[in-house]
């Protein structure tokens, strides 16, 4: 069986607590996953964006690879993909700033 994917696994293991994610070069900041899960090596998670409004949805690729990022915003009928997680971390519960292209 093959390995579980490293962000998708430090993802999993932070929820439900705050991390800090950089999704490919627009967004850095901290989330908070309302789930997540794997099935199997296939990971799905969805959450929020603090001081954002939209949800965004989290899943590993066909091939394991990645963790790619789609965001609806409030009152859009469809997902944006926004990138891939570029890093993961726990986010300090003092760090009360967050960089976003909204």
């Known amino acids: 069986m093959p390995d579980l994917n490293r962000v998708a696994k430090r993802m999993y293991n932070i929820h439900p607590n705050a ?3 950089v999704v490919g070069e627009e967004i850095d900041g901290t989330f908070t996953l309302d789930s997540a899960e794997f099935f199997q090596t296939d990971f799905q998670a969805e959450g929020r964006l603090n ?3 939209a ?3 989290f899943a590993t690729t066909e091939n394991n690879d990645a963790v790619v990022v789609g965001r ?3 009152g859009e ?3 944006t993909m926004v990138g891939e997680v570029e ?3 726990r986010a300090d519960a003092t760090d009360a700033t967050d960089t976003t292209d909204a």
């Open 19 to 21: 991390m800090r994610l």
């Open 51 to 53: 001081g954002d409004g």
């Open 55 to 57: 949800v965004y949805r």
């Open 72 to 74: 609806q915003r409030p």
């Open 77 to 79: 009928d469809g997902w």
């Open 87 to 89: 890093s993961v971390e």
